[in-house]
């Protein structure tokens, strides 16, 4: 089910059926070494890491992380959403693309849309961000997305650092 759109890309929830992406995206190295290993060493643990995340998610919250993909083709090419975190007050924003695809704009497209979704639909009046101090790329689109940094945090079962950006939205009346 398509969510969201942008000039390029549909974000749409993720289903059971993209098990094979899944697992590929949470696989290379640059995902494991930014965000984390997610012990997704088969199909079955892709359709699992799917239906206790981005599926729970929609089903408890009403959003999660959307899958990207070209309008074009419908190319899966990463995810973009929105996570709430039992360890964390506020929600945030999180996203992934194949390495492929980085310095083509998709983070920075996908994420204005999913942060307009988050104050416009959902009502959120603030978002934060959660990157590890490494991943240099990442903490320059979250700034250029007009997020500050706060603080730094320990995740729980984590030993490293995060850094922790915060991004709050006008209330409008």
Not at 108 to 137: M, W
Request: glycine share 8%.
């Amino acid at each position: 089910m398509k969510v969201l759109e942008t000039k390029r890309l549909n974000l749409r929830q993720i289903s059971i059926d993209d098990a094979e992406f899944i697992f590929e995206l949470v696989n290379e190295p640059p995902f494991i070494s930014n965000i984390g290993d997610k012990g997704v060493r088969n199909l079955a643990d892709a359709r699992n890491y799917i239906l206790n995340g981005p599926i729970d998610s929609y089903q408890r919250f009403g959003f999660g992380l959307y899958l990207a993909e070209l309008k074009e083709s419908r190319l899966p090419i990463g995810m973009c959403g929105l996570l709430k975190r039992d360890s964390l007050d506020d929600v945030d924003i999180g996203y992934a693309f194949l390495e492929r695809f980085w310095s083509k704009g998709y983070g920075f497209e996908s994420a204005t849309t999913v942060l307009d979704y988050s104050r416009k639909t959902i009502g959120l009046t603030r978002i934060i961000a959660i990157i590890s101090p490494e991943n240099q790329s990442s903490i320059g689109l979250i700034e250029k997305l007009g997020f500050k940094f706060e603080k730094t945090i320990k995740l729980p079962g984590s030993s490293e650092d995060t850094m922790l950006f915060g991004r709050d939205f006008p209330v409008e009346t």
